[in-house]
């Protein structure tokens, strides 16, 4: 059964940091391009992060870049977003996406506050 679970989200005050995982199984995790998407409420999802299979960071979203970091650990099939000096317009259902190809597999979601 393909999963991809995220955990680490909740509430943090800004300047915080946390730090956002996503297990996967089901799936050969070296071979996909792992990403991380956010989506606030009334706005559309966007790309965050992404890691390519070999670790590199393909990109940043120019709202996170010098804050945030994604990295994978392929002998632990799991993506992670680390998240300093959060801002409340980093608060978003934060969604772990498995991509390859064609195929795009999706998580369930962690929820990120951003408040004091």
């Known amino acids: 059964q393909v999963q991809l679970v995220e955990s680490g989200g909740g509430l943090v005050q800004p300047g915080g940091s946390l730090r956002l995982s996503c297990a996967t199984s089901g799936i050969f995790f070296n071979i996909y391009t792992m990403n991380w998407y956010r989506q606030a409420p009334e706005k559309q999802r966007e790309l965050v992060a992404s890691?390519?299979?070999?670790?590199?960071?393909?990109m940043y979203a120019d709202s996170v870049k010098g804050r945030f970091t994604a990295s994978r650990d392929n002998a632990k099939n799991t993506v992670y977003l680390q998240m300093n000096n959060v801002l409340p317009e980093d608060t978003a259902v934060y969604y772990c996406?498995?991509?390859?190809?064609?195929?795009?597999?999706w998580g369930q979601g962690a929820q990120v506050t951003v408040s004091s």
């Open positions: 890691v390519t299979t070999g670790g590199s960071s393909g």
């Open positions: 996406n498995a991509e390859r190809g064609a195929r795009s597999i």
